[in-house]
């Protein structure tokens, strides 16, 4: 169970680094098509034929407490972010970082404090 834990908490930390390079590479592509160095036809040729070095793919969340993992891998991230306007971080940049659909955060995060009340909180 823990080595399992370990490794999906790896597998979303491997996810998030992919998918930040992944947005890097497509700006830089945008930018040069910008600035002129290559046209739009080579820009969508290269998006066709690389599209993995470009394209975030939104999958299923397998498990709902698999959230606690993004959760903990965002908060070790926040001290990198201090630079960034934090309120203009949402859902759809954390959704997009581990390759999430961002209903399904919204979902897994209510059903853990739903859990979570259950556990500690007897009615």
């Known amino acids: 169970m823990i080595l399992e834990n ?5 597998g979303f930390f491997l996810t998030a680094i992919k ?3 992944r947005k890097n590479n497509y700006l830089e592509l945008t930018i040069q098509q910008i600035e002129g160095e290559i046209t739009k ?20 969340l397998k498990d709902p407490t698999d959230v606690t993992f ?7 991230l926040e001290p990198f972010l201090k630079d960034i306007d934090r309120e203009n971080i949402g859902l759809d940049e954390i959704s997009e970082m581990f390759s999430v659909n961002q209903q399904q955060l919204v979902d897994a995060v209510k059903i853990l404090k739903s859990n979570f009340k259950k556990q500690f909180f007897v009615e």
């Open 19 to 21: 998918n930040l390079i």
């Open 41 to 60: 036809k080579e820009f969508d040729k290269e998006l066709k034929n690389n599209s993995e070095k470009y394209v975030i793919e939104i999958d299923q």
């Open 6 to 10: 370990i490794e999906k908490k790896d």
């Open 70 to 76: 993004i959760i903990q891998i965002y908060k070790s």
